[in-house]
């Protein structure tokens, strides 16, 4: 008889890891799950998508990265490392300054909705799909992910909260995006998520001083897994040069453009989480785009320029109709709701209509976490 895994960090396969005693046993908690309900542009999304379609990728022109990147995913190096040990040190949820516990609780959920949503896409791709080479893929990722979110929900259970993952799976809204949009979607995620917690990492390991909570100590590892997961996204979309090339470029710009503004207006929301840090949000955009460029250029054929001089400006302009259009949101304010929308419109060409960086994409995307 097999024995049930008592926590995701153990386990081999996505189910095990759904299974497992953290994600079961759930402290239901209402407010975390609402918020984790929400879908604004400025929340993560579920996604659905053409399974049939990405079932039919066939990944021999890639063959020799391909194999490589599936047989590192399989030694799992990470196995039974999402976990807490004796380094977690006892973190004084009570004692926290109200409006720091407030962001970082949000930051801690829509985290773990981020990491959920990749699971839930991952996933139902390793149900439906025939082909070998895609199911095992998705099988490996949609175990990482588990095992992240059931990491981020442990710490928010110390906090009496905890995200209802089960509930999300049934009745969090999904959006359609085509396969393509997928790719592009998704690899950038994984790989703005990998620039994120790296650069967070080496900040704190300059500063411990600055690190209020144990689970950054965890960062480099799992930022070694959203690595990973970047390298399958990119060689997906080598197997079809079509898909970085001609009119599909400009939807490559579209999606940079999207991902980095909105990451910039989210983490600008979260002044006090970025102090207790020791983090400037400007400085912080700026090392991700930077760090985020440099390695998208293994399958992108443009990067951003985000040195020009309407770059800082548009995302200062969007962040501020941002917070303009909460406010008017709040107060049922429409004349104010309507304008902060325009000019949040306005913010987003003037970013989106910078001419790109263009540069040659190598043979081989084949690339090592090196910061
Ligand atoms: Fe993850
Ligand atoms: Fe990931």
Redesign the pocket.
């Known amino acids: 008889m097999n024995v049930p895994i008592k926590h995701s960090a153990d386990a081999s396969t996505v189910e095990e890891a759904l299974a497992a005693d953290n994600h079961q046993g759930i402290v239901d908690s209402e407010a975390a799950t609402a918020l984790a309900m929400q879908n604004t542009l400025l929340t993560p999304r579920f996604y659905t998508t053409d399974f049939d379609e990405m079932d039919a990728i066939d990944v021999s022109s890639v063959r020799e990265d391909w194999d490589l990147l599936i047989a590192q995913m399989k030694a799992d190096p990470n196995k039974g490392h999402f976990k807490k040990n004796e380094t977690w040190e006892k973190v004084d949820w009570d004692g926290m300054e109200p409006k720091l516990r407030a962001e970082f609780i949000d930051f801690l959920v829509s985290s773990c909705t981020?990491?959920f949503s990749?699971c839930v896409l991952y996933k139902e791709m390793k149900r439906r799909g025939n082909n070998e080479d895609i199911v095992t893929l998705f099988q490996l990722m949609a175990r990482?992910?588990a095992r992240?979110?059931g990491f981020i929900n442990d710490a928010l259970r110390e906090a009496g909260i905890a995200v209802n993952l089960g509930f999300l799976t049934q009745k969090k809204k999904y959006t359609y995006f085509r396969p393509k949009f997928i790719y592009y979607a998704t690899y950038l995620s994984e790989k703005i998520?990998y620039a994120r917690y790296i650069t967070i990492f080496r900040h704190l390991e300059a500063h411990p001083e600055h690190r209020f909570h144990p689970i950054f100590k965890w960062f480099r590892e799992?930022c070694n897994?959203?690595f990973s997961?970047g390298e399958a996204f990119a060689l997906l979309m080598k197997t079809d040069p079509k898909l970085t090339s001609g009119m599909n470029v400009l939807w490559i710009k579209f999606f940079l453009t999207a991902v980095y503004s909105t990451m910039y207006v989210r983490d600008h929301q979260r002044p006090a989480f970025h102090a207790a840090l020791g983090v400037d949000p400007d400085w912080y955009a700026h090392e991700v785009f930077t760090k985020t460029s440099e390695i998208t250029k293994q399958v992108f054929p443009i990067t951003l320029d985000i040195d020009h001089p309407r770059w800082q400006r548009g995302l200062v302009a969007l962040q501020r109709a941002n917070a303009d259009l909460a406010d008017a949101k709040k107060t049922g304010n429409i004349v104010k709701r309507l304008g902060a929308m325009a000019r949040a419109g306005a913010a987003f060409v003037s970013l989106y209509t910078i001419p790109t960086v263009k540069h040659q994409v190598p043979a081989s995307t084949r690339l090592e976490p090196v910061y």
Do not use: L, P, Q
Request: no cysteine.
């Open positions: 981020a990491e990749g990482d992910e992240h979110a998520g799992w897994d959203e997961h």
